[in-house]
């Protein structure tokens, strides 16, 4: 597993509060794993059942009420066998997508109500502190919780000194056996310098979708093997095809399946991690086009776009250079970045789609289109980085 991305929040002093999230994996016992899916049963029921209160309370008043988790805990006496913290943020998470949907609607659309099988189950549980501790902490194996007690955990990361563990979210996918702990530590850190990038230090990135990515040295990654894996795939979901929907048999293999996009998800985000701690840690800006990666993907007829994980790779190579105070440059993507000769800048319009290579009608130049791309990614974004830093004053 992998750190996640650290949200921050500037104070003053220079200084600023961080928040990192660690993912670990649970081994619960049969006790604990039961508990486990009786807080996720319920946090899905107390989900559906306030978002029906609120549909019926708002056809009959016209007034938008959400009511609280208490309400329900004598009609639903199951409820109290939980801890409570999980329901409060049921609540809470409730009413955050009921402001996201009146602030934005076509962003983020109308809560839905919540099917059992369906994605994946999780809780969220807050760290209290009491006059005898706090109510979440780490052992040397393992995690201790409310109403849990000592959940045995796969701890390969301990948090560093001055980090504070804030709260907790316990998941588990649909079809899957595995429990996952996101445990989330906020910590005050110093404000990196920030680097200012020369050319020698800069990288332009242009997205490929049989290469992943052609960068500005003409390299690219070397990808992982999946191929048999999605073959695999394809099968068990041809077997699955002849089923009968909802049999046991159909079930069954729909788990099977299940399993099989866990892993190849889990090759391609490691993946996606290394490649891009690689690159942050060698260069000390990356710059890279804003490509609308799902309209791409509707004028792609081939498909694998959106399997390729570009659009993760491009948010983790982001936190990762400001974390380090390196510059991760977005340049537009209507730039004709494409079709302007690198050497002497001539913008070619007859350029199609297909023209892998192409020769200058200015220069007469050799001009391989990938990297050419990518190089003139690299010079416009140090271009916008050095007009901004001056707009600001840096200079």
Known sequence: MAVKKAKSLETDKGRQTQYTVIKV?????????KLIEKTFGCCRWLWNQMLADVQEFYAATDVHYIPTPARYKKEAPFLKEIDSQPLCTVHQNLRKAFLDFFRAPSDFGYPQFKKKKAGKDSFTVYCRQYRTGPSIYLTQNGIQMPKLGLIRANLYRRPSRGWSLKLVTVSKKAGSEKYFCSI????????????????QKTLGLNYSLSRFYVDSEGASPALPELAAARKKLARMQQKLSRMEYGSGNFE????????????????RKDFIHKESRRIANAWDAVCVRDTDLAELAHRLPQGGVMDSGFGMFRMFLKYKLERQGKQYIVVDRLAPAAKTCHQCGCVNQTLTARDKSWICPECGAAVTRDVNTAQNLRDMGLARFYSQWKETGAA
């Open 184 to 199: 989330s530590f906020g910590y005050e850190a110093k404000m990196p310098e920030q680097i200012v990038p020369t050319p």
């Open 25 to 33: 994996r649970l081994y619960p016992t049969p006790e604990q794993a």
């Open 252 to 267: 069954r293999q729909l788990q099977k399946i299940r399993r099989q996009h866990e892993y190849i998800a889990n090759r």
